[in-house]
């Protein structure tokens, strides 16, 4: 058995196969996702899995560079919005961010390797991963 804190198989193979700069989206429960892009669905109900959880997951185990953010959730949802940057700055030293609008966002989701879909049901939580490198 997985000894890492990412217990999830599809998330952390996902992780496990991208490179520097491939990006990786996690979801509210609304996003659409494009047909032709890998979904990882985790969601059960509202509110489970949160969006922060599985985003913490995910950082424990991915490098991150950057990240995007619709420019939505500044005024939508900003305790959201800070969480969402005091747990990237916990995993990360540094990072960009790059704030598009929520319609280039959804466009912009078609690049990831994955969306990760996940329970919840805050407006605008959605993020896209740029990968780093370790080295």
Known sequence: MKKGFLL???VSSTISHMGHMDELTIGDAGLPIPSDTYRIDLSVFEGVPSFLDVLRGVLSEQ??????????????SPEM???ILKLVEEF????S???ITHEEFKKRT???????RT??????TNVILISGVVF
């Not at 990360?92 to 990072?95: H, I, L, N, P, V």
């Not at 329970?119 to 605008?124: A, D, I, K, L």
């Open 92 to 95: 990360e030293d540094e990072f």
């Open 8 to 10: 999830n198989s599809e």
């Open 110 to 116: 078609s690049k990831s390797k994955a969306v990760i």
């Open 63 to 76: 490098k991150v560079e950057g990240i995007v953010l619709a420019e939505e959730i500044r005024e939508a």
């Open 97 to 99: 961010i790059t704030y």
């Open 81 to 83: 919005h800070a969480w």
């Open 119 to 124: 329970g919840e049901f805050t407006p605008y």
